[in-house]
């Protein structure tokens, strides 16, 4: 972008893919960090001269308007952490984003409505996906890529567009890239990483990829209890992928032979019910060790013994990737595990990456400051993708 700003953007304009899917409770920003991540390029832009499209997808719509994925929040929040206007355009590609792109000054800002609102944007078929692409390049004279989180995904508005305009890198890409190299090329260990999140089938590329590289890996939230019944443990209601036992087996025999430590709780917090998210309802559990899940019951955060056992891990750590809640943070009562590990990382001398989506979601709303961390990616599939040596179609596009 810096080599942009040089040749000069004074009245051009410039469509910036950003990433701002956001998390929307009722229609209300619960944490605008994607937001605010892609403030300085926008700024850059303005303050050039640049008349600013920023784009980006919110959800998973089906390829027509919904309106309870409206990019409207997102625009106006983008606005007031501009302190400026912001120009919302309520479609995308239509006579409303026409006239709010030929309405900018040099210096001001548009938003369009949501990419996905499309078929065009995460069609399979390239030439619909490639048809859309034009579609969106009539709106600009030059593209910069600044959405990091979406990068991982190869649709119209991340990989077909920046073939069909110039093309550069915002700030944020750069930072991320930067941040993943660290972690990747040269990394200074001990590097531990600590995973949670739901599901273990969303993680099983990148623990393949760090069975060759992580000194320990530290395991909880829902994905634990797979690991816990392949060790041969009963986990009750417990979330189970049962289809993945034989991979994770393997993935244990794998960190055994490679003498990566492969960590997983000792006790949990287990309950006959889900915790009311909505009210936040006090929650009715008890702590049991690992292997004394009761058969009625689910686990639903690491305890007590696992949350010091985990610190006491990540205390040495010269270089920390963590990804995923520890348990139901979303509950206070569940949000513990979670917050021992953030507590960890923030008292961490090492160098501390928080891994986007909600583990990034989670430090900020659990109040912890964002400072305090390395570097908190914007990126939750894309830096693991990343970190699975995985081409990004995003990344792939701005190369030449
Ligand atoms: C994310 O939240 O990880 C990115 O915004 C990408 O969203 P997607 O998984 O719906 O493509």
């Known amino acids: 972008i810096d080599e942009l700003l040089s040749a000069g953007v004074d009245g051009k304009r410039v469509f910036v893919r950003a990433d701002l899917n956001v998390p929307l409770a009722d229609g209300v920003i619960t944490d605008d960090g994607r937001i605010r991540a892609v403030l300085p390029t926008v700024k850059a832009l303005a303050g050039a001269g640049a008349k600013v499209v920023v ?12 309106p309870a994925f409206s990019l409207l929040p997102a625009a106006e929040r983008l606005g007031e952490l501009l302190g400026a206007p912001v120009a919302f355009a309520q479609d995308t590609v239509g006579p409303a984003a026409h006239d709010a792109v030929n309405g900018l000054q040099p210096g001001q800002v548009a938003v369009i409505e949501n990419l996905r609102f499309n078929a065009g944007e995460t069609s399979k078929d390239d030439a619909e996906r490639g048809a859309f692409a034009d579609r969106l390049a009539a709106l600009a004279d030059v593209y910069v890529s600044d959405g990091f989180g979406a990068v991982h995904r190869g649709h119209a508005s991340v990989y ?37 999140g739901a599901k273990v089938s969303d993680k099983l590329a990148v623990i393949d990829q760090l069975l060759g590289k992580a000194d320990r890996l530290l395991i909880g939230g829902g994905m634990a209890y797979t690991f816990l019944k392949a060790k041969g443990y ?3 209601i ?13 993935y244990m025999e794998r960190a055994e032979k490679n003498g990566v430590e492969l960590v997983l709780p000792v ?14 309802a006090p929650a009715d559990y008890t702590v049991v060790d690992a292997d004394k899940i009761p058969a009625d019951q689910e686990g639903l955060d690491i305890g007590p013994k696992t949350r010091e056992l985990y610190a006491s891990k990540l205390a040495d750590a010269e270089t920390v990737f963590w990804n995923g809640p520890m348990g139901v943070f979303e509950h206070p009562d569940y949000a513990g595990g979670t917050k021992a590990v953030a507590q960890a990382l923030v008292q961490s001398d090492g160098f501390t990456v928080v891994g ?9 709303t659990l109040g912890f400051d964002e400072n305090a961390f390395g570097h908190i990616s914007t990126g939750g599939g894309a830096s693991l993708e990343y970190l699975e040596g995985k081409t990004l179609p995003g990344l792939a596009a701005l190369e030449d």
């Open 55 to 66: 784009a980006s997808h919110l959800g998973r719509p089906k390829g027509v308007p919904d």
């Open 160 to 196: 077909d567009l920046p073939a069909r305009l110039p093309h550069y890198a915002g700030y944020l890409i750069a930072t991320e890239v930067g941040v993943l190299k660290k972690l990747t090329e040269d990394v200074k260990r001990p590097y531990v990483v600590a995973l949670g």
């Open 234 to 236: 009963e986990v009750g």
């Open 238 to 250: 417990s979330l189970l992928q049962e289809d993945q036992i034989p991979a994770v087996t393997e």
């Open 267 to 280: 006790d949990v917090l287990v309950s006959r019910e889900f915790p009311d998210l909505k009210t936040k």
């Open 356 to 364: 986007g989506g909600d583990s990034a979601a989670a430090v900020r």
